[in-house]
């Protein structure tokens, strides 16, 4: 099982993003190598019950191809929402082959949203029609997650970390608004660094 990163983003939509790391890195991983390991991040971020999971493997194994199809169709996705906030980010326009890509995505998904009713509240939820269908429920509820994001007043607080290696995108929850690293441990703590060796440089230069 992929090791999914415990640094959130704070938003689901740009969660999925991390499941490439270290994006601008010549360490660049891919953790989606099949889709097993779409379901493991979705069982990872409690989307899934692990009877789900084990259904939808099941599914999986009946329909390769199907599955096969599913996973790259969700990496599309996965890169188009990450072009699209990391460009929302920089206070620039998305491209409009990654938004139309987003609205063709989030069409196919509305069109299997429904509303259950409880005992005393409503939900959301997905009816699927067939096993193809049930295979794409991960990314039904990531683009859902964008569409929401892209028309949730919190849209300008999604920042991407300012390490040039990085950029992780995620939405700044913080109090004052200026959060810089997706993670003060690792990002953070190495520009500090940077900046230090690069001032202690400068100094004995100038000696």
Not at 42 to 48: D, E, H, N, P, V
Not at 106 to 122: K, P, V, W
Not at 156 to 167: G, M
């Amino acid at each position: 099982m992929p090791e999914f990163d415990t640094v959130p983003g704070n938003w689901l939509c740009l969660d999925f993003t991390h499941t490439l790391t270290a994006r601008y890195s010549p360490d660049r991983q891919e953790l989606l190598h099949n889709y097993n390991d779409l379901l493991a991040w979705g069982l990872y971020m409690r989307l899934l019950t692990e009877e789900e999971e084990r259904q939808l493997l099941q599914v999986a194994e009946r329909h390769p191809l199907e599955a096969a199809k599913t996973l790259e169709n969700a990496i599309r996705l996965r890169e188009a929402v990450y072009r699209m906030f990391y460009a929302i980010s920089e206070d620039t326009k998305p491209q409009e082959d990654d938004m139309a890509l987003l609205n063709a995505t989030l069409a196919r998904a509305m069109s299997h949203a429904c509303i259950l009713m409880g005992e005393d509240n409503f939900t959301w939820d997905w009816f699927e029609k067939s096993d193809a269908d049930r295979l794409e429920r991960l990314s039904w509820l990531v683009v859902r997650s964008a569409a929401d994001l892209l028309t949730s007043e919190k849209l300008h607080d999604v920042r991407a970390c300012a390490a040039d290696d990085c950029r992780w995108l995620f939405l700044d929850i913080s109090k004052n608004h200026s959060r810089r690293w997706c993670d003060m441990q690792t990002c953070g703590n190495q520009a500090k660094a940077r900046k230090h060796y690069s001032r202690k440089k400068s100094a004995s230069t100038a000696m």
